[in-house]
C-alpha cells in the first residue's frame, strides 16, 4: 500500500434516537462562534467509533504523460523544484520518486516531528549533517583538483554556503571552517563524489507548521535552499502560500506556482507567477492564475522556449531603447557647446515628434516580438541556456552602462563627423552648405540609419516583416523629409518655416553621401569585428547553440538533396523485368526502336544524315 491512496471502508449500526442525538449535536457544533473546527470534529470522533471495517481500496494516482521528463529538463535548466502537496509522506515520496524529482543515490532527509522542539532539533541535526557532507566534497576537490564538482547539479549554492562556514554563522552547530582553529565533527560515511547527486527534503504538514514560524522559519529556508528538491506532504492551502512567500521575501528569486485544484489557488495568487492547469478538479486554479496550460509537461515549453525567448527579446528592446535616445539627445548637448547653450534645437520640430514613433520604434517592435536565437526543439533540447536569464547576463547594470556609453559615442561621433564634413562644403549651385537646417537634416538622416542598422545588427532572426519594417522605415524618412521639405509645406507655414527644399540639396552634395560612408564604417564596422571576435574565440553559450543548429540543419538539408538524387536516379534506370503479366510492360518502349537507338548511336546519326541528304535535293 506504500505510496497508493487508500480508502478504508466501514460501517456501524445506529437507531433513529442516538442518530437524532448526535445530529444535534453536530448542529450545535457546527453553529458555534467559537473553536468550531474543534467543536466538530470531537462531534465526528464520537460516531466513529467501534466501526466494522467492510474492506480498503487502494488507487495509483499515475502522472500525465512527459511529466518525468518535464521536471528533469527544468532541473536541468537550474530550477529549483518545491513540491507542495495535501498527499501523506509515502504517497508524495513515491511520487517524488517516479516523476524523478527524487532518486536513490539522493541524501534524503525526512521530517516528520510532532511538536516544535524535535522539530528545531532535527533541523539542526539535518543542517549539520548536509555541512559535514558539503565539507567533505571540498576535501575531494582540494585533493584531486583536477576532479570537476557538479556543484550546480547538485543543487548547492557555493557562495551561500561559503557563508554557512563561517564560525558566527554556526553557532548552534559543532562545524567550522579548518582555519577556525576548531575540531570539524565529520560523519564516518564517506561521500562519493561519482555517484552523489545531492540533498532531498521531505517534511510533512505537523512540522511544516513549527518549521514556518518565526523562530525556525530561516532555519528551515536555509535547509531547503541548500537542497535540490523539497517535497512538503500534507501541506494545507495556507502552509502552501506561506511558503512561497518564505522564499519570495527572503531569497529574492522569481518563484512560480503551478496546481490545478481549489486548493492550490492561495500558492499561484502568492507566487510572481501563477500557472494553472485545466482538469477534472475545477477551474478555480485556472482563474486565480496568470497563465492556463492542459497538461503540466507544457510548463517546460512556457518556461525554456517562450520564457527564454521572452528574457531575449525585452533585453534587446531595452538595450536598444536606451542607446537610441541617448544616441538622440545627446547631440543637443553638443550643439550647445557651439550655440552657447542657448536652447537652440538641431532637429526640425516635426523630426523630434517622430523619431520614436515612426523612425526608429517598427524595426525593435518586430526585434521584441519576433525574435528567436535558436528554434523551440533545439530549446528543448538544451535547458543549460536558461541559466544566462537566470543569471541576469542580457540585462544588468554593466550591459546598461554599456548600452550608455555606445549611445554617448554614437551622437559624438554623428555630431562631430558631419560638422566637420559640412562646415565648409558647398552646394552644387555654389552655395554654402553650412546652415542649420541642413546640418540638423544631416545629422538626423544618419541618426535614423545608423540605429536601425544598429537594431539589424542585434537581430538574429530575420523574417520578410522584418525586412519590410527596416527598409521600409529609411525609406519612409527620406519620403517624409521630400514631402516635409517641399514648397507645398512652405506656401502653408510661409516665412515661419525655414527648411523648404533642404532634403534635395544636401542630397544632391558628395559631401553627404561621404559622410554617411564615413560614419557608417566608423560606427558599425567596430560593432561587427566586435561580435566577429567574440563568437570566434569567446563564444557564449547561446552562440555555441546557434552554430550546432547552423551545422545540422546544413547536414539536414544535404542528407535530404542526397535522398532526392538517389530517388531521381531510381526512377531514370529501365525495369529489366516484370512480375505479373497483367501488367504493363515495356512493349511500346521496345517497338519504338529508342532501345536501339541506345546501344546503336550509330545508327541515330546515320538516319539523321539521309534525312538531311534527301531535304537537300529537293
Not at 466 to 493: E, P, R
Amino acid at each position: 500500500m506504500d505510496g497508493l491512496r487508500t480508502l478504508c471502508l466501514a460501517y456501524k449500526e445506529l437507531n433513529e434516537s442516538d442518530y437524532n442525538r448526535w445530529a444535534q449535536k453536530l448542529h450545535a457544533a457546527n453553529i458555534s462562534m467559537e473553536n468550531r473546527e474543534e467543536k466538530v470534529r470531537d462531534v465526528h470522533e464520537e460516531i466513529e467509533k467501534n466501526l466494522k471495517l467492510i474492506g480498503a481500496t487502494a488507487i495509483e494516482d499515475k502522472l500525465q504523460d512527459g511529466v518525468p521528463q518535464c521536471i528533469e529538463r527544468l532541473t536541468c535548466a537550474g530550477i529549483k523544484i518545491w513540491v507542495l502537496t495535501g498527499d501523506k509522506l509515502e504517497t508524495a515520496h513515491n511520487i517524488g520518486l517516479s516523476c524523478r524529482l527524487l532518486t536513490n543515490d539522493m541524501e534524503l532527509y525526512i521530517i516528520q516531528e510532532e511538536n516544535e522542539d524535535d522539530v528545531e532539533k532535527k533541523l539542526r541535526e539535518v543542517r549539520n549533517d548536509m555541512i559535514n557532507k558539503i565539507e567533505q566534497l571540498f576535501d575531494v576537490y582540494i585533493e584531486d583538483k583536477n576532479k570537476r564538482l557538479n556543484w550546480k547539479d547538485w543543487g548547492i549554492d557555493v557562495m551561500k554556503f561559503n557563508r554557512y562556514r563561517k564560525p558566527n554563522y554556526l553557532n548552534d552547530s559543532k562545524i567550522q571552517h579548518p582555519n577556525d582553529h576548531t575540531e570539524a565533527t565529520f560523519d564516518t560515511n564517506q561521500l562519493d563524489s561519482e555517484q552523489f547527486e545531492g540533498f532531498g527534503l521531505l517534511i510533512t504538514g505537523h512540522a511544516l507548521a513549527f518549521a514556518l514560524n518565526e523562530k525556525l522559519k530561516m532555519k528551515f529556508l536555509e535547509i531547503g535552499t541548500m537542497c535540490k528538491a523539497v517535497v512538503c506532504c500534507r501541506a494545507t492551502p495556507l502552509q502552501k502560500a506561506q511558503v512561497v512567500d518564505l522564499v519570495m521575501k527572503n531569497e529574492r528569486k522569481i518563484t512560480l506556482a503551478i496546481g490545478d485544484g481549489a486548493n492550490d489557488v492561495s500558492m499561484i495568487q502568492k507566487a510572481h507567477i501563477g500557472v494553472g492547469i485545466s482538469g477534472q478538479e475545477g477551474r478555480q486554479a485556472v482563474l486565480a492564475s496568470d497563465y492556463s496550460l492542459g497538461q503540466f509537461r507544457f510548463l517546460e515549453r512556457l518556461l525554456l522556449v517562450h520564457g527564454r525567448w521572452s528574457y531575449l527579446r525585452i533585453s534587446k528592446f531595452l538595450r536598444y531603447f536606451f542607446y537610441k535616445n541617448f544616441a538622440f539627445t545627446l547631440c543637443h548637448f553638443w550643439l550647445g557647446f557651439f550655440s552657447g547653450f542657448s536652447a537652440q534645437t538641431l532637429y526640425d520640430p516635426f523630426f523630434i515628434a517622430t523619431y520614436n514613433v515612426f523612425f526608429t520604434s517598427l524595426p525593435v517592435l518586430v526585434l521584441g516580438v519576433f525574435d528567436q536565437d535558436i528554434s523551440a526543439d533545439h530549446s528543448l533540447s538544451k535547458p543549460h541556456l536558461y541559466t544566462p536569464g537566470q543569471n541576469d547576463e542580457f540585462f544588468n547594470k554593466k550591459v546598461f552602462a554599456e548600452s550608455v556609453i555606445h549611445g554617448i559615442l554614437t551622437s559624438c561621433v554623428i555630431f562631430f563627423v558631419s560638422y566637420l564634413s559640412i562646415s565648409n562644403a558647398t552646394r552644387p549651385d555654389g552655395m554654402a552648405l553650412a546652415d542649420l537646417q541642413s546640418f540638423g537634416f544631416t545629422v538626423a538622416t544618419i541618426m535614423v540609419i545608423i540605429v536601425n542598422l544598429e537594431n539589424a545588427l542585434e537581430t538574429w532572426y530575420w523574417t520578410s516583416l522584418y525586412h519590410f519594417v527596416l527598409w521600409g522605415t529609411i525609406l519612409t524618412h527620406f519620403l517624409f523629409h521630400f514631402a516635409l521639405y517641399s514648397t507645398i509645406i512652405g506656401k502653408i507655414f510661409k516665412r515661419s518655416y525655414t527648411y523648404v527644399g533642404v532634403t534635395p540639396a544636401v542630397l544632391s552634395t558628395s559631401n553627404f553621401w561621404f559622410t554617411l560612408l564615413l560614419t557608417c564604417v566608423i560606427l558599425l564596422l567596430p560593432v561587427f569585428s566586435r561580435e566577429f571576435f567574440r563568437m570566434r574565440f569567446i563564444p557564449t553559450k547561446i552562440d555555441r547553440a546557434r552554430l550546432n543548429q547552423k551545422f545540422r540543419t546544413e547536414e539536414k538539408a544535404a542528407f535530404v538533396a542526397h535522398i532526392q538524387y538517389k530517388l531521381r536516379q531510381r526512377k531514370r534506370s529501365f525495369r529489366s523485368g516484370y512480375a505479373y503479366s497483367q501488367e504493363t510492360g515495356w512493349g511500346r518502349l521496345i517497338t519504338s526502336g529508342l532501345m536501339q537507338s541506345k546501344l546503336n548511336p550509330f545508327a541515330r546519326s546515320s538516319s539523321q544524315t539521309t534525312n538531311t541528304v534527301t531535304q537537300n535535293r529537293f
